[in-house]
């Protein structure tokens, strides 16, 4: 069983910057791809940024050029570096890695941005 964890998560004023983590039960590079996710009260979880195993990266429209996804293979871990940050990015922000056919979530971490 796959376990990723959220953490970095928290209160932040528009214009600052946060750095999400996602720590993963096993060898991130096992996976086909990981992403972070967003959910906002009464809408659809959306796609922020992905990875893919080779390393290729894609971000919504809306964060390009302000959100940088990383990842650290020694620490298994999965980060979404958050800068230049607008209310609109309140947000619950979810971990997402995917095998094959198979999608694992973390428990997700809230993430509000004061105007």
């Known amino acids: 069983q796959v376990q990723l964890v959220e953490s970095g998560g928290g209160l932040v004023q528009a214009g600052g910057s946060l750095r999400l983590s996602c720590a993963a039960s096993r060898n991130i590079f096992s996976f086909n791809a990981m992403g972070w996710y967003q959910q906002a009260p009464g809408k659809q979880r959306e796609l922020v940024a992905s990875?893919?195993?080779?390393?290729?990266?894609n971000y919504a429209d809306s964060v390009k050029g302000r959100f940088t996804i990383s990842r650290d293979s020694a620490k298994n871990t999965l980060y979404l570096q958050m800068n230049s940050l607008k209310p609109d990015d309140t947000s619950v922000y979810y971990c997402n890695a995917r095998y094959i056919s198979t999608a694992y979530w973390g428990q997700g971490t809230e993430v509000t941005v004061s105007s």
């Open positions: 990875i893919s195993k080779g390393g290729f990266t």
